[in-house]
């Protein structure tokens, strides 16, 4: 089985490579672990400074250019979520490339989630960024 991997480009371009699934091995697996807490910290690092942005933009009273780069980010998210999850759904293995897709899909979830808490907080004239 194989899993196309969306990999977003420039633009609204997306590059779509297919990678073999590996066979599933002790060393596979901890690859694959290994693999999963390196995108996390990736991504966490990455929404980090996506937050320490907002945090300065708003501090200079950009709160309506947030909300909209959020709703933007918000449809984007949903769209690529639903996109992914309908090729995994049909997924057969349950190996690296399962694990990677179901990390990155938990990742938007919660990026989804993350961002419609942002715009409530900032719709509702509250500081989203104190913590």
Not at 63 to 70: N, R, T
Not at 91 to 101: F, L, P, Q, T, V
């Amino acid at each position: 089985m194989y899993w196309m991997n969306l990999i977003s480009t420039s633009g609204n371009k997306t590059l779509h490579t297919i990678i073999s699934e590996p066979a599933i091995t002790p060393h596979e697996e901890c690859f694959t672990k290994s693999m999963v807490d390196v995108l996390l910290g990736w991504r966490w690092r990455l929404a980090k400074a996506v937050r320490d942005e907002c945090v300065l933009r708003f501090a200079n009273g950009e709160v309506q250019s947030i909300l909209h780069e959020i709703a933007a980010d918000v449809v984007g998210c949903i769209h690529r979520w639903a996109k992914v999850a309908s090729h995994t759904m049909g997924m057969e293995d349950s190996g690296r490339n399962r694990a990677m897709a179901e990390c990155w899909l938990h990742w938007q979830a919660q990026e989804i989630l993350t961002d419609t808490e942002e715009v409530k907080a900032l719709r509702s004239g509250d500081n989203a960024y104190c913590t």
